[in-house]
């Protein structure tokens, strides 16, 4: 986690961001390069945009109205996945912290958000600052403000899922088996908190049936694999049934079943690291084991 300990807001936003860090101006600045208003939410007038990232899917964190987000803090909070944009602007000096929060509070309430919280959020120096949340749809939106109201950030997110562009291929896999033993299976998914497979599945568990067609003399274990969200026993119960699952389709597509058997692990062999969707994304899988 970053802190930010007396530093200002844009130097704390650059080094979250990965970017370098801003030479501070007085009271005007030309925007950053590349960088726009979002369509959801204007800027305030005077104010300029200091940084940007937007990404077709990513996850942000936003808060709640039981929650008291860290200003400096942008890793806690309740993660939203979709597409994302997150904006920093710098303001005069005679822009302060609740100018900016109500005027976003209006102008959403105007365009029919809801509000979702609408108060005081702590900083890394104790300092009290307003904030902002509110949804419209799957659309959320957060204005975060810093001490003095010389800077604020807004964080948009459209709810969204992934689009599965990577595929399973035959080929691969097996390359993979005969140098580990092993391999991850991807773009196997399921509904949420069962064991059904959902239609997206197919393209990835047809390669699986071309591997074992190739090589008739593979027997493999299928085991099922998740991230460390929900309880221990229901996660190792879940991967379970998701493997059998796996396996139950592939014999009825013609693979002999006297060579599948199936297991599941849950949570207990991570791969990747939980803290983060990317590593969460990794941990929820299917492998193959040859035996």
Known sequence: MIQCP???FSFCLFALLGLAAPVIAQDTHPDAAECKDSSVLSRIP??????????DFDSLDIYRATEKPDVFDVTKGTPVEGQTTVIEY?????????????????????????????GKATNDVGSHVPAVVAKKGGQWVQVLTDTGGRAYLMSAVKEAEVS?????????????????????????????????ITPQSDAALAEMVTLLTNNPS?????????DNV???????????????AVSTWLVAHGVDGTRLTHEG?????????NTTEDGRARNRRVELVKL
């Open 46 to 55: 005077g104010c300029w945009l200091e940084a940007c990232v937007a990404k």
């Open 90 to 118: 710098s303001c005069p000096s005679s822009v302060s912290a609740l100018e900016i929060a109500r005027n976003a509070e209006r102008a959403l309430l105007t365009a029919g958000y809801s509000l979702v919280m609408s």
């Open 265 to 273: 692990y849950g949570e207990s062999r991570p791969i990747g690291d």
């Open 218 to 226: 593979w027997r493999m274990r299928i085991e099922g694999h998740a």
């Open 230 to 244: 929900g309880t221990t026993s229901l996660n190792a119960n879940l991967s379970i049934r998701r493997a059998a």
């Open 6 to 8: 007396r530093v200002t």
């Open 164 to 196: 599965q562009v990577m595929t399973a291929d035959a080929t691969a896999m097996a390359a993979s088996i005969n140098l580990t033993g092993h391999v991850a299976v991807y773009g196997i998914t399921f509904d949420s908190g069962q064991s059904t």
